[in-house]
């Protein structure tokens, strides 16, 4: 930053390229009949929350108000929640839940499917990325019915 702010030039602090290297696989992919959806896994952020390439408008587009389920690895889900603690049956006495780590999908705040685990810790516990076993560019796949 000092460098470029005496007027320096880039080449000092870095290559040149002449074209940019394209991603793959960067838009999900929908069947022929549209009765499946395949996505990616394209960001994992500092909660290891995994982010995938299917956002909340195409997944609506396709489902069409059809039951649906959600693969990621050997892990299922049949339900999109609104929020992360709407996992949790508040009617049950706080004692008796067990709601910790459990498993659950969302469209987080940019619109994007997003898979986690409910109050997940990296540092002790795990993610959804390490527990669940998802990295870059893994497989999401939502299968309509």
Known sequence: ACHLERGGTLEVIGKPIDSIKPIKNIKPYVNEDKSQIIGSVIYIDNYGNVITNIKRDFFETIQKGRNFEISARHYKFKKIHDRYSAIVNFEIPEEKRH??????????????????????????????SSLMGLGIMDAVSVSFF
Do not use: Q
């Open 99 to 128: 709601d910790e780590g459990r498993g659950l999908v969302v469209f987080n705040s940019g619109g994007f499917l997003e898979i986690a685990l409910y109050k997940s810790n990296t540092t002790t516990v795990g993610s959804a």
